[in-house]
């Protein structure tokens, strides 16, 4: 019997695929399935055919569907995205190669520059150019972009990036050669940088419009496939798509931006969390999300998740410091801050050349996954170390829909790890654990201590289907205290895409010495912006009266090469608002770099614009309303655990319905369909508004 409207939302990830249904009657239904890398739209439809198989979800009755996905950044990472030309200014021809002339890695000698997307035979440089103020200095050659076109044509070309110098200021060009490229090439996808980034700085414009293009003609066609995947299955609601900032947009939008949604399924998390801490009362979080391939750590403060302006895929987070970049494709876009690394679940353990054991960034991914899970996997990951140590169940996860095979976890660590480094089993799977915990901390650290905030001020909300096993460890060695399992953890990054709005951010140039601004001219590129929301929100379906505005100024020290958002409470700006803003701009200057000079010239560079819808999702549904199928695979009462200098301690294993209100001591496991909570000793757990509650009676 169908339980009324239903909202569906869909996270995939490189192993797993994860699926949640709220029903209007307060309930909730989830579902957890491996991801199918061959073609991740697979595994939706058959998740989607799951739930609907016993009629509780009628396909007709679903009014959203939300997703979230990792092609775009699969595409990078893999390279197997579109094959991309490049058009741009005579004498810009290099820009990606030159980029920012940082080397991340210093010492290594052995390290190289990301191969740029577009190799330098496809990019054209054609007859035209523009000054800072957007006045023509040349005019347009046409004949020059049709004689690009032609050198395009038999290099199997299907998409076509175009950035003009200072296009941010006049489009026209910009415009001519779109309208240039329809004409004479219209089987060709088309990125331009007006539209993707209207931005000064011509690397990080002609990166991000690149890497809009590459991923471009991959992310349509799955899209696609998803769209008529819930069709053939009854699903008439549109697709919307979860961005990197946090903000939802409809299928049609991403198709036409996807470096927008390159970060999308952790941002989705980072949502969740946030939604979480105020419902809690808890406005200073740090979320913590370990999934089968990555584990990620974003810095929730004052309820809202931390943004950055850009963002690198591929670079990892470099080991000596984060902010120095270069290692990876960058993409400038508003994206929810988040620190990244290769340390999930199905991370591969392995020895160096010096015979060091290390963890990641490798993934054994969804197939064949951990050697534990029998599907032809031989090499040893974290989660197979976890099964050995007894920190997961040795015969199943998933209340017994995925048979665990320890002895094949114990063979994979064995000949890889142990016998290599002379070590035992135990002492093999607990190094695996111990290092994948340290480049965890890392990320915590990353967002927490190395921007000028201390973990300790923070609540750390633990979720994805490793992240309760981890979490307390991470947080004792981070000096965190009070750790959160939300109610379906391992898959709340799904559960936070109901949470979502519809959300669109936009930026304009203004770049002026703030004691020189002209207050009106400030306004008159306010109110455009305010006019293209307006215009962008209603498509979406969201009136002006429901749609909610945030005006920002970055801002910066004269001879900075990076800016601070200072948020504007009044659309319109006067000349006492500056100046508040230009103290604000002091303060955080000083609590992000630990220095400011009130002696110096502040310029505002942008002015950016986040709108968004004011309805959403308001309530998580409680531990008791998830509707999940009766545990097939009973679970012993205790289990030994190995807990590092304590040795293997005899350990109560529960299920989570079992905790209450009344603090119950670790060493303690608590386990649910979708994840394991790992209580160790030295802590309490208890249950609280529909989660659990680990303190730490000490933190280091």
Avoid at 221 to 229: K, N
Avoid at 303 to 326: C, H, K, S, Y
Avoid at 397 to 425: F, T
Avoid at 584 to 600: I, L, N, P, V
Wanted: with cysteine; proline share 5%.
């Amino acid at each position: 019997m169908s339980t009324g409207k239903h909202r569906i939302a869909i996270d995939v990830g490189g192993t797993f695929t994860d699926l949640v249904v709220s029903n209007s009657d307060g309930s909730a239904r989830t579902l957890k399935l491996l991801s199918t890398p061959d073609d991740y739209s697979r595994a939706i439809g058959d998740g989607l055919s799951r739930l609907f198989a016993d009629g509780t979800t009628d396909p007709k009755a679903v009014v959203s569907l939300v997703h979230a996905f990792t092609v775009a950044t699969n595409a990078l990472l893999t390279g197997h995205g579109a094959r991309v030309a490049l058009i741009t200014t005579r004498g810009f021809r290099d820009v990606l190669e030159i980029a920012r002339l940082r080397m991340p890695q210093l010492y290594n000698m052995d390290w190289d520059k990301p191969r740029p997307l577009v190799p330098r035979r496809l990019r054209f440089e054609i007859e035209e150019r523009m000054d800072a103020d957007g006045r023509i200095v040349q005019p347009l050659n046409p004949a020059s972009v049709i004689a690009a076109v032609e050198k395009m044509r038999g290099q199997d070309v299907d998409s076509v990036a175009v950035c003009l110098l200072h296009s941010y200021m006049n489009a026209a060009h910009e415009r001519a050669v779109m309208e240039l490229l329809r004409q004479h090439a219209p089987e060709l996808s088309i990125s331009a940088s007006h539209q993707v980034l209207p931005e000064i700085r011509e690397y990080e414009r002609t990166s991000t419009t690149v890497v809009n293009a590459f991923v471009k003609p991959v992310v349509d066609r799955y899209l696609a496939s998803v769209e008529a995947g819930v069709k053939r299955l009854g699903v008439e609601a549109p697709l919307m798509v979860m961005q990197s900032s946090g903000g939802i947009i409809t299928a049609d939008t991403a198709r036409a931006f996807p470096a927008y949604c390159v970060e999308s399924g952790p941002a989705a998390g980072a949502i969740g969390a946030a939604a979480l801490g105020e419902m809690l009362g808890e406005a200073n979080i740090i979320a913590f999300d370990m999934g089968g391939t990555t584990a990620k750590a974003c810095l929730i403060e004052g309820g809202e998740p931390r943004l950055t302006d850009e963002m690198e895929v591929g670079a990892g987070i470099n080991i000596g410091q984060r902010l120095l970049g270069g290692g990876g494709y960058l993409v400038r876009s508003p994206t929810i801050d988040l620190a990244e690394i290769g340390a999930g679940g199905g991370s591969l353990a392995w020895i160096d050349k010096g015979g060091a054991l290390r963890v990641g960034p490798d993934s054994a991914g969804a197939d064949p996954g951990p050697a534990c899970y029998g599907r032809g996997g031989t090499r040893p990951t974290v989660t197979d170390a976890n099964v050995v140590l007894g920190f997961l169940n040795p015969l199943h996860l998933l209340d017994g829909d995925m048979p665990i095979d320890k002895r094949c976890a114990e063979d994979a660590i064995r000949v890889h790890v142990a016998e290599p480094l002379n070590l035992s089993v135990q002492e093999a799977a607990y190094g695996i654990h111990s290092i994948a915990n340290g480049a965890m901390t890392r990320a915590i650290q990353a967002v927490s201590s190395e921007i000028g905030r201390s973990p300790r001020e923070f609540a750390m909300v633990a979720f994805g289907g490793n992240g309760a096993v981890h979490g307390a460890t991470l947080a004792a060695a981070a000096g965190i205290s009070d750790i959160i399992i939300p109610p379906a953890s391992g898959v709340f990054s799904a559960l936070g895409l109901l949470f979502a709005r519809i959300q669109h951010r936009l930026v304009a140039v203004f770049w002026h010495d703030v004691d020189k601004v002209d207050c009106e001219a400030l306004n008159a590129r306010a109110r455009q912006l305010l006019q293209d929301a307006s215009e962008m929100m209603s498509a979406e379906g969201v009136p002006t009266a429901n749609t909610e505005l945030h005006l920002v100024l970055e801002m910066r020290y004269a001879g900075q090469s990076s800016e601070l958002g200072i948020p504007i409470a009044s659309p319109m700006v006067t000349r006492p608002i500056l100046d508040e803003a230009t103290e604000q701009f002091h303060q955080e200057h000083e609590r992000t770099y630990g220095y400011c000079s009130r002696t110096e010239w502040v310029q505002i560079v942008n002015l950016r614009l986040r709108a968004r819808s004011m309805d959403r999702q308001d309530h998580l549904p409680a531990p008791e309303a998830l509707r999940t199928k009766k545990a097939h695979g009973a679970s012993a009462a205790e289990r030994p655990v190995y807990f590092g200098d304590r040795g293997w301690v005899t350990t109560p294993v529960i299920r989570r319905t079992a905790l209450t209100e009344q603090p119950r001591q670790g060493p303690l496991i608590v386990e649910e369909y979708d994840t394991t909570i790992i209580v160790p000793p030295g802590a309490s757990a208890r249950a609280v508004s529909g989660t659990v509650r680990i303190r730490l009676d000490q933190a280091e």
